[in-house]
């Protein structure tokens, strides 16, 4: 999961959403779904702010094909040089920007929209990523092995390799060694001690009665355990804590009329 609070890089030039054309990068499901949890919260963040975009889906192997000829600086990674989700914006004047890693993209929407702010940078948003880790952490591992079962056929064969790459064994093996109910008695604890601290301050959100970045992300995680077919750990999740589930509710209101809400 990459970092909610990166140093987030100052763009140049205007970001005028008026004017501007909103592009996401998303590797969807055969269903045609959107299903991953980076690519969610970006969502739910464009749709709370009222910024008009559009999805350009793309398969996993050609995500380096298509980003190596961009102007999008690639990280030093070998294996995953570019992630999904990426953002293209494209200015009145026909320049096209690229921005990839929530953080960078995050703040690319805050300069282009100020306002609603997604307050990724507040006291209690900065806080809250020392729940959440320990909290989802085995839960992603668990929801993570499932991916395949929902992919289209030309992204499983390059997902698995990554995957192999990466954990060290096969997808089949992550998922026999990460079972869902111990990744849910792992997480019990964590998930109570990160309902406990959301109440710490009035409203269903991390920041109280405004939603924000730190809201969608755990939301999004939330959704992309429903995604890859995990019903009853979603369910699980919830019902850990009510204040995990006034806030998923809460975020829910906020994506009124998001197509990508599930």
Known sequence: MDSLFLTFTKFSGEMDFENNTVVIFNIPGKDGRTWSHHVLRILYCLHYKGIRYSIEN?????????????????????????????????????????????????????????????????????????????????????????????????????????????WGISVEQWVEEHPSLEALNIAEPRLKELGEWIETTPGPFVNGDKPGYADFTLVSILEFVRAVGLTDVFEAVLSMHPAIKRLHDAVEQTQQGNSQWR
């Open 58 to 166: 793309i398969q996993y192997p050609d995500i380096i094909p298509t980003f190596a000829q961009t102007t999008l600086k690639p990280k030093d990674d070998p294996l995953e040089p570019y992630e999904i989700p990426v953002l293209k914006v494209r200015t009145a004047c026909g320049a096209s920007q690229y921005y990839m890693e929530s953080p960078n993209i995050i703040q690319a929407l805050e300069e282009m929209k100020p306002e609603p702010s997604l307050l990724a940078t507040s006291p209690r948003s900065v806080e809250f990523k020392s729940y959440l880790g320990p909290a989802v952490k085995s839960i992603i591992q668990t929801t993570a092995g499932r991916v395949p079962g929902i992919l289209p056929e030309r992204s499983i064969e390059r997902f698995a390799y990554q995957r192999r790459a990466r």
